[in-house]
T-cell receptor, first 114, second 115 residues
Framework: ETGVTQSPTHLIKTRGQQVTLRCSSQ?????VSWYQQALGQGPQFIFQ???????GRGNFPPRFSGLQFPNYSSELNVNALELDDSALYLC?????????????FGPGTRLTVL | AQTVTQSQPEMSVQEAETVTLSCTYD???????LFWYKQPPSRQMILVIR??????QNATENRFSVNFQKAAKSFSLKISDSQLGDTAMYFC????????????FGKGTHLIIQP
């Protein structure tokens, strides 16, 4: 069984640019959530996708957007990058059936904005 | 709004000792779930243990167990016979039924197991 995978591992961008991060959910999982983890902090919920629709969102501005594809993989897009967007971005997937509340995380993408 | 508080930024114990990490939370939901996640230096967030709020019995997973005090809104993690590989950041997290609001995490406790 393949776990949650994310790409790329590391990314360096400059302020004002746009970035796309990718996530493949664990086999059998149809829900994907994205989190931002600043250095020394716990993860903060960005949004969640279920069956290709956004069904929950945290306190993040609209320049954070996402997609989910029919195979349940997902993208996180961030426009007009700011220095404070530098963080570890974590993707997590959840099963539809039993224990659907439980989220399984990928290894993350480290984004640095210069 | 849901909140999770971990009041111990860092803890250090000797190998083979037992250690307890504290977590308190607040939620207005009646149907919720609590989790402990481990994040080693490799940064992958690993699920340690899960507790449903409606269950009175405390969850256990091998050397890991929780003390869930619902009235006090407390959810501590006990690690028995600690091992060097237990060294990591430990995060307490809260999720409500359905999960559409995501998980709310505490700021974490850095646990160091000394040889």
């Amino acid at each position: 069984e393949t776990g949650v995978t994310q790409s790329p591992t590391h990314l360096i961008k400059t302020r004002g640019q746009q970035v796309t991060l990718r996530c493949s959910s664990q086999s059998g999982h149809n829900t994907v959530s994205w989190y931002q983890q600043a250095l020394g902090q716990g993860p903060q919920f960005i949004f969640q996708y279920y069956r290709e629709e956004e069904n929950g969102r945290g306190n993040f501005p609209p320049r954070f957007s996402g997609l989910q594809f029919p195979n349940y993989s997902s993208e996180l897009n961030v426009n007009a990058l700011e220095l404070d967007d530098s963080a570890l971005y974590l993707c997590a997937s959840s099963p539809e059936a039993a224990q659907q509340d439980t989220q399984y995380f990928g290894p993350g993408t480290r984004l640095t904005v210069l | 709004a849901q909140t999770v508080t971990q009041s111990q930024p860092e803890m250090s114990v000797q190998e083979a000792e037992t250690v307890t990490l504290s977590c308190t939370y607040d939620t207005s939901e009646s149907n919720y779930y609590l989790f402990w996640y481990k994040q080693p230096p490799s940064r992958q967030m690993i699920l340690v243990i899960r507790q449903e709020a409606y269950k009175q019995q405390n969850a256990t997973e091998n050397r890991f167990s929780v003390n869930f005090q619902k009235a006090a809104k407390s959810f501590s993690l006990k690690i028995s016979d600690s091992q060097l590989g237990d060294t990591a950041m430990y995060f307490c997290a809260l999720g409500s039924g359905g999960g559409a609001d995501g998980l709310t995490f505490g700021k974490g406790t850095h646990l160091i197991i000394q040889p």
